[in-house]
């Protein structure tokens, strides 16, 4: 009779309990590096915005803002960058008078930062500002030497 009352566990629900284990814990590290990605990407869009930041704060300061193409890199080519400067118009005013060198304009200043691969997916930033263009007092067209 005392054998009747003493039940242990079988073969098939401890293999069970193992299976469940085993299921909970690779959910729990699939969530865990998950995690960990979206850190690290989260480190890298944040350097990379500070990078671009900086630059766009320092540009058209030590020299006259030209239209025109840039690029170079951040931290010996983790981060890659492009800059485009052009003249900017908006569409709901009329076109700046070219005859007038002391007019305002505008340039646009379209900034991209790159990082990522070498196994990584690539990811970019942009960024857009636009910049008041002083008048060159040497050139009279007012131009300031693009045309």
Do not use: C, N
């Not at 025109?68 to 981060?79: C, K, M, N, P, V």
Request: charged share 25%; proline share 7%; no cysteine.
């Amino acid at each position: 009779m005392a054998k009747a009352l003493e039940r242990g566990y079988t073969l098939v629900e401890v293999l069970v309990a193992f299976a469940i284990l085993a299921l909970a814990l690779t959910l729990l590290l699939g969530t865990l590096s998950g995690a960990a990605r979206q850190v690290k990407w989260s480190g890298q869009a944040g350097r990379a915005a500070l990078h671009a930041q900086s630059m766009l704060d320092g540009i058209g300061v030590a020299e006259a803002l030209r239209p025109g193409h840039r690029d170079g890199t951040f931290e010996r080519g983790r981060y890659r960058w492009s800059l485009d400067i052009d003249h900017y118009q908006d569409p709901l005013l009329p076109p700046p008078d070219r005859d007038d060198p002391g007019a305002p304009r505008l340039l646009q200043l379209s900034l991209r930062v790159q990082w990522g691969g070498d196994g990584d997916p690539a990811r970019t930033l942009e960024l857009h500002s636009l910049r008041y263009e002083r008048p060159d007092p040497l050139d009279p067209s007012g131009t300031g030497g693009a045309r």
